[in-house]
């Protein structure tokens, strides 16, 4: 009985339970305490042990109820009632055509899952395995036997014969539909969400322009996970910080005024620096989507990030903290795409415009504290870049990263000017799947 | 050799009827994780909504078994030395007092300086020792001889600190006090935790828990609770009553009335001798139930309709 425990979990896990083996260790203990005789106290106990919330909960009741159903060979109505003659026909020598033809739901069952166990059905990943995994239990099961009788039969060619074939093919029709219902039953419990976890650790990988539309959902979700991650990652850290050992060079100074005896000690402290982020975003199409799903998650930063400023730019800048402050990130981006309340100009994208007008008109929003962020693939259409402007607002920042949406093999080339731009960066990155996105966020939150 | 629990909660069944004797109803999951933290000797984690009766599990508990009940009310900036233990600080000054009274007779001053400092060593374990200790609860329940049962109440308000150290206890049922070593538990302790989920609690805390979760009860139970409670309610008014909370709860409000609330309620009902609901009767004493104002606007525009429900 162990090992069917030892699958529930796998399965429950898999549904998105988490599970320690501590825990499994105390619902093994829990069941040998209450047995497996009642079905709802099992439940309980199990739910006592294993789920730890009441969301998991709920969860792990539903896996129950898929976990342990019975709702295999219940009766086949179409068929014929057992007749008296047909053991004579055939030699019965195979425990399955017993159980077939006496209806014996219990034997069969236990038959069914006894191979499942043998065949190792809890290792179940893809939906392609499934005909695979039946073929395989119906072998276990001996179901080649039965066909062998069924042929033989057919060979002998007199009226009863031909009926008990016909019997007999039924039941083996019973047989494989059962066996297939049970290993979908099964996949559905060990490997459905599997699927679902290889595609959002794809997803993470995937570049942001190719993504599809319906997968933003999704994306959302993850973004929200990460930020939570990483919030209380980062939160729970600040706390720690704050303990300093003896600052020794400080008690000196600060003690002086006591004649040099060392009355009031002073303690090392770790600043806490919640980083002040200015957004410089090119909105132009080609670096929309990763436009969006930064700021998705920088707005989500709320916690660990003092202030953002955002300004968007196109053929000229404009600052849109406002909107992004009031509605939800979705909603404003398509605000000031629509533009109407905003004086966006949505023309060719011109970076020496932009940074003009950043420099002329907010260049006081960057301080020594400051991490600038400039989202763009620097293409500008053949312009002259004038990176001194750029320079202006590097050497105010305290840090300037550049995301590069392409990869690198195309900076520079064509009307690319990031290579006019580099000087004036801390750093640049490329920056075009989630994945990238959050390297980012994470040095940027660590101090 | 068998705790004090095992012999008393012999079934779930055993549990259930225990509870019941001293007024508490509980549902067959309950017991069965009352029954369970017995035999394999683990804490429960007892979360739900406020006012399901979750602190009152633990005192259902403790007077079912007739043992102590200790209760330790969490809240921020709780420490050890509230906790577990602290020393008798006046006591100890007395003693160094009383020491230094002695000390001429105790180290007679002929013998020289390393003799009496020998002696000196022969006394200084007496001063970090059990007489000096003043127990708090967490020690106070390890020490009580027959057992007892320790209910640490609202967890989830203390810091994280407090949370981590309770896992010492919480898994092998001893603390260290590093005066005077590890104490283990005489009997362990049957332990109850409760938390409102303000905060989420660690996952060490949980795993070394089982979880129950209490949710509103249905309303079968909940009448039974009622007429537990309220004994000297009639049959067909604990029936409106029920009937008519269950369907507030289903509306959106700020904080939905809890059993507590509903007994409360039926008393104050019969202390106003009513005999059936009535929409004016509801309206006048819709504030035992429903505690903010909004919720208040809310319930008030339904009351009509919900009391014809509740009465049909």
Not at chain 1, 12 to 19: D, F, Y
Not at chain 1, 413 to 419: F, M, V
Not at chain 2, 264 to 286: C, F, K, Q, S
Request: proline share 3%; glycine share 4%.
């Amino acid at each position: 009985m162990e090992r069917v425990l030892e699958d529930f979990v796998v399965a429950a896990r898999t549904a998105g339970v988490r599970i320690s083996i501590s825990e499994t260790l105390d619902a093994a203990r829990a069941v040998k305490v209450v047995g497996y005789r009642d079905r709802a106290l099992l439940k309980d106990a199990l739910a006592v042990s294993l789920a730890k919330t009441a969301e998991e909960k709920i969860i792990l009741e539903d896996c129950f109820e898929r976990f342990f159903t019975f709702q295999f060979f219940t009766a086949a109505s179409d068929r014929t009632g057992k007749d008296g003659d047909m053991p004579n026909l055939m030699q019965t020598e195979s425990d399955l055509v017993r159980m077939l033809m006496e209806e014996d739901r219990a034997g069969l069952i236990a038959a069914m899952t006894e191979a499942a166990r043998l065949e190792n059905i809890s290792q179940i990943r893809y939906f392609t395995q499934r005909s695979l995994f039946a073929m395989r239990l119906l072998g276990r099961m001996g179901a080649g036997g039965l066909d062998g009788q069924i042929q033989a039969l057919r060979r002998i060619d007199t009226p009863a014969a031909t009926t008990a074939a016909a019997r007999l093919e039924g039941a083996r029709a019973y047989l494989v539909d059962n066996v297939r219902n049970y290993v979908q039953n099964q996949y559905d419990l060990f490997a459905r969400n599997e699927g679902d976890k290889r595609l959002e650790s794809e997803l993470r990988l995937v570049k942001l322009s190719n993504l599809e539309q319906r997968y933003f959902a999704r994306i959302h979700n993850i973004i929200q996970r990460m930020v939570k991650r990483l919030n209380d990652l980062r939160s729970r850290r600040r706390k720690a910080a704050r303990r300093g050992v003896l600052d020794f060079k400080r008690t000196l100074r600060e003690n002086i005024s006591y004649q040099g005896m060392l009355f009031a000690p002073c303690w090392k402290k770790k600043k806490i620096e919640r980083p002040q982020i200015v957004v410089i975003c090119d909105i132009s199409r080609s670096v929309l989507r990763t436009v969006r799903f930064l700021l998705l998650f920088l707005y989500g930063l709320s916690q660990e990030v003092a202030r953002i400023r955002t300004f968007v730019f196109c053929t000229n800048l404009v600052e849109v903290s406002d909107i992004l402050g009031s509605s939800t990130v979705d909603e404003a981006l398509t605000r000031i795409q629509g533009g109407t309340d905003i004086p966006l100009i949505m023309g060719r994208t011109d970076y020496e415009r932009s940074f003009g007008d950043f420099r002329r008109d907010y260049l006081a929003a960057v301080t020594r504290k400051t991490t600038v962020l400039i989202l763009g693939d620097a293409r500008n259409n053949y312009n002259d870049p004038h990176p001194e402007n750029l320079k202006v607002i590097y050497e105010r920042c305290k840090r300037l990263i550049w995301l590069n949406p392409e990869v690198p093999a195309f900076w520079g080339a064509g009307d690319s000017e990031i290579r006019q731009y580099t000087p004036y960066c801390t750093t640049i990155k490329e920056c075009n799947t989630l994945e990238h996105i959050e390297r980012l966020i994470n040095a940027l939150v660590r101090r | 050799m068998k705790s004090r629990y095992e012999e008393q909660f012999v079934s779930i069944d055993t549990v259930l009827e225990n509870l019941r004797d001293v007024a508490y109803i509980a549902n067959r999951q309950m017991a069965m994780t009352v029954y369970l933290a017995c035999r394999l000797e683990k804490p429960i984690l007892v979360e739900g909504p406020a006012g399901v009766g979750k602190t009152e599990l633990a005192k259902a508990t403790a007077a079912c078994l007739q043992l102590p009940l200790i209760r330790l009310q969490c809240y921020e900036g709780l420490d050890e030395s509230k906790a577990l233990y602290e020393w008798k600080y006046g006591k100890q000054l007395l003693y160094t007092q009383l020491l230094k009274d002695k000390l001429d007779d105790i180290i007679s001053r002929k013998n020289g300086f390393k003799s009496a400092m020998d002696k000196l060593h022969q006394y200084d374990d007496i001063f970090f020792s059990w007489p000096f200790l003043e127990p708090r609860p967490l020690l106070k329940a390890l020490q009580e001889k027959d057992g007892s049962v320790l209910l640490i109440d609202e967890i989830d308000k203390s810091d994280d600190e407090f949370e981590a150290f309770l896992l010492e206890i919480l898994s092998d049922f001893q603390v260290s006090v590093p005066e005077i070593g590890t104490v283990e538990a005489v009997t362990k302790p049957l332990v109850f935790l409760t938390s409102n989920n303000t905060r989420e609690l660690s996952e060490a805390l949980k795993r070394r828990c089982l979880h129950l979760y209490i949710p509103f009860p249905e309303a079968a139970l909940e009448r039974e609770i009622i007429r537990r409670r309220v004994p000297d309610i009639s049959e067909h008014l604990a029936h409106q009553v029920v009937n008519f909370i269950q369907d507030v709860r289903k509306l959106d409000l700020k904080k939905v009335p809890s059993i507590s609330e509903t007994i409360d309620w039926a008393r104050v009902l019969m202390i106003l001798h009513a005999e059936i609901l009535n929409p004016a009767l509801v309206r006048d004493t819709l504030n035992i139930f429903i505690k903010f104002e909004d919720d208040v606007g809310v319930v008030a525009e339904k009351v009509h309709q919900l009391t014809a429900m509740a009465v049909k």
